[in-house]
C-alpha cells in the first residue's frame, strides 16, 4: 500500500491510499474555496449523562445532488470534486460540513471507490483489504490526536438509512468522549469479570458457538452471529477469534481473511428480500475499545451489521417504545434471520 497525504484548497487534509506503489498523486485542487467554518459543539445532557453534538452548520451540506454533481467522484472533464485527482483507489479527507471538529473532535470521508455506482459488496477482496488498511491506519492516526478519545469506522448505505450521497463512502468520526454504547459495554464486561472471572465478549462468543443455531458463518479467524438479543430484523455481528481491543491489533491471519469474510456477508444482506428487490439498506458498524478507559484491554473490537429493513417493502422505525424509551421490539427472531442468512449463502 502506497499512502500519499496532501491538503484541499480550504486547508483540510487528503489521504490517498493506493495498491500499488508507484502511483504518483500530485493534482491540485483548483476549487476557490473559503476556509472551513463550523460551529460543532458537545453539550452533556444532566439527566441521561450522555453528549450531543450541536454542529447547525451541517444544515447546509449536500443534499442529494445529481451522479454528475457528485463531490465524491473522482474531479473529470473540468468538473472539480473532494478528490483533485482523475481516479482513485481509496480516499480519505476530512468532512467539509463536519459534525466533531477542533476540540470536539473529527470527521473524516472514506470513498472505497472512484466508481460512483459500485458499492462495497461489489470490491474486490485487494480493494476491500485496501480499504481494511484504510480504516487501520486512520485509527492510529487519530489515536496520536490529543483530542480524539475513540475511533468509529462505520458505513451508512442507502435512501432508507438517511444517506445524502450515493457514491459507496463510509466516514470515521474521532469522538473526544467515550460512547454510550461503548461505556454500556465497558460496565457489562467489568460487572461479568468480576462476577465470573472470565471476559464478557469470549463468553458470549463461546456460547453462539456452541449454541450454533444462531452462528451464520465460522471460519479460522472469524465468527459471525446474530445476537441473542438482536435489535434489528436482520443483524449480524462479526467477532476476530483472537480478542483485540482495536483494528491497530488485529493479526495478519484476520486480515488477509477478512476481505472475503465482510464481501460474504454484504452479498448475502442484499439477497436476504429475495430477486428483485433493490439493495438492502444497512449500517456497518466497527466498534473499538476507547483509547484511555478502565476495562480497555478485556473489549473486543467486533463489526455490527444491521439493516432497518425488516421484510420486502418494510422497514423497522424507531417508533415510541424504541425512541421514547430505549426498548426495541424486534419482529424476526434471531434464530429466523441466522437461518436465512446461512440460506442466501449459495444463492
Same mark, same amino acid.
Given at each position: 500500500?502506497?499512502?500519499?497525504?496532501?491538503?484541499?484548497?480550504?486547508?483540510?487534509?487528503?489521504?490517498?491510499?493506493?495498491?500499488? #506503489?508507484?502511483?504518483?498523486?500530485?493534482? =491540485?485542487d483548483q476549487?476557490?474555496l473559503?476556509?472551513?467554518?463550523?460551529s460543532s459543539e458537545?453539550?452533556?445532557d444532566p439527566?441521561?449523562g450522555?453528549? =450531543?453534538?450541536?454542529?447547525?452548520?451541517?444544515?447546509?451540506?449536500?443534499?442529494?445532488p445529481?451522479a454528475?454533481?457528485?463531490p465524491?467522484?473522482?474531479?473529470?472533464?473540468?468538473?472539480?470534486?473532494?478528490?483533485?485527482?482523475d @481516479?482513485?483507489?481509496?480516499?480519505?479527507?476530512e468532512?467539509r460540513?463536519?459534525?466533531?471538529?477542533?476540540?470536539?473532535?473529527?470527521? #473524516?470521508v472514506?470513498?472505497?471507490?472512484?466508481?460512483?455506482?459500485?458499492?462495497? /459488496?461489489?470490491?474486490?477482496?485487494?480493494?476491500?483489504?485496501?480499504v481494511?488498511?484504510?480504516?487501520?491506519?486512520?485509527?492510529?492516526a *487519530?489515536?496520536? *490526536?490529543?483530542?480524539?478519545?475513540?475511533?468509529?469506522?462505520? #458505513?451508512?448505505?442507502? /435512501?432508507?438509512?438517511?444517506?445524502?450521497?450515493?457514491?459507496? @463512502?463510509?466516514q470515521?468520526?474521532?469522538?473526544?468522549?467515550?460512547t454510550?454504547?461503548t461505556?454500556?459495554?465497558?460496565?457489562?464486561?467489568?460487572?461479568?469479570?468480576?462476577?465470573?472471572?472470565s471476559?464478557l465478549?469470549?463468553d458470549?462468543?463461546?456460547?453462539?458457538e456452541?449454541?450454533?443455531?444462531?452462528?451464520? *458463518?465460522?471460519?479460522?479467524?472469524?465468527?459471525?452471529f446474530v445476537?441473542?438479543?438482536?435489535?434489528?430484523?436482520?443483524?449480524?455481528h462479526?467477532?476476530?477469534?483472537?480478542?483485540?481491543?482495536?483494528?491497530?491489533?488485529?493479526?495478519?491471519?484476520?486480515?488477509?481473511e477478512f476481505?472475503?469474510?465482510?464481501?460474504?456477508?454484504?452479498?448475502r444482506?442484499?439477497?436476504?428480500?429475495g430477486?428483485?428487490?433493490p439493495?438492502?439498506?444497512?449500517i456497518?458498524?466497527w @466498534?473499538?475499545?476507547?483509547?484511555?478507559?478502565?476495562?480497555?484491554?478485556?473489549?473486543?473490537?467486533?463489526?455490527?451489521?444491521?439493516?432497518?429493513?425488516?421484510?420486502?417493502?418494510?422497514?423497522?422505525?424507531?417508533?415510541?417504545?424504541?425512541?421514547g424509551m430505549?426498548v426495541f421490539?424486534?419482529?424476526?427472531p434471531?434464530?429466523?434471520?441466522?437461518?436465512?442468512?446461512? #440460506?442466501?449463502a449459495?444463492?
Amino acid at each position: 500500500m502506497k499512502k500519499t497525504v496532501t491538503t484541499l484548497a480550504d486547508g483540510r487534509e487528503l489521504i490517498y491510499y493506493d495498491a500499488a #506503489e508507484d502511483t504518483v498523486r500530485d493534482a =491540485v485542487d483548483q476549487r476557490p474555496l473559503d476556509p472551513v467554518s463550523t460551529s460543532s459543539e458537545i453539550r452533556r445532557d444532566p439527566l441521561l449523562g450522555d453528549a =450531543v453534538a450541536i454542529a447547525s452548520h451541517r444544515q447546509a451540506r449536500t443534499y442529494h445532488p445529481p451522479a454528475d454533481a457528485c463531490p465524491l467522484c473522482p474531479t473529470r472533464e473540468g468538473r472539480h470534486s473532494e478528490i483533485p485527482d482523475d @481516479h482513485y483507489d481509496v480516499a480519505v479527507f476530512e468532512n467539509r460540513f463536519p459534525s466533531l471538529a477542533g476540540d470536539s473532535g473529527r470527521c #473524516e470521508v472514506v470513498c472505497f471507490t472512484s466508481d460512483h455506482d459500485a458499492s462495497f /459488496a461489489d470490491l474486490t477482496e485487494e480493494q476491500a483489504a485496501l480499504v481494511l488498511a484504510a480504516w487501520t491506519d486512520r485509527t492510529a492516526a *487519530l489515536a496520536a *490526536l490529543g483530542q480524539v478519545t475513540q475511533v468509529f469506522c462505520f #458505513e451508512n448505505r442507502g /435512501a432508507e438509512i438517511g444517506v445524502t450521497l450515493g457514491h459507496p @463512502h463510509g466516514q470515521i468520526y474521532g469522538y473526544p468522549f467515550v460512547t454510550p454504547r461503548t461505556e454500556l459495554m465497558l460496565r457489562s464486561a467489568a460487572r461479568h469479570r468480576e462476577e465470573t472471572g472470565s471476559n464478557l465478549f469470549d463468553d458470549v462468543v463461546a456460547r453462539e458457538e456452541k449454541d450454533g443455531s444462531r452462528v451464520v *458463518l465460522a471460519t479460522d479467524h472469524w465468527i459471525a452471529f446474530v445476537p441473542y438479543a438482536a435489535h434489528w430484523p436482520y443483524e449480524v455481528h462479526l467477532y476476530p477469534r483472537r480478542r483485540v481491543p482495536d483494528l491497530r491489533e488485529l493479526d495478519e491471519g484476520a486480515r488477509t481473511e477478512f476481505p472475503q469474510v465482510y464481501l460474504e456477508f454484504l452479498r448475502r444482506f442484499d439477497r436476504i428480500f429475495g430477486p428483485g428487490e433493490p439493495p438492502t439498506p444497512y449500517i456497518s458498524a466497527w @466498534h473499538q475499545a476507547p483509547f484511555v478507559a478502565d476495562g480497555r484491554e478485556d473489549f473486543a473490537l467486533h463489526l455490527e451489521l444491521f439493516t432497518i429493513r425488516r421484510t420486502s417493502g418494510k422497514l423497522k422505525f424507531l417508533a415510541g417504545s424504541e425512541s421514547g424509551m430505549s426498548v426495541f421490539i424486534n419482529d424476526v427472531p434471531p434464530e429466523a434471520a441466522a437461518e436465512r442468512l446461512r #440460506e442466501v449463502a449459495s444463492q
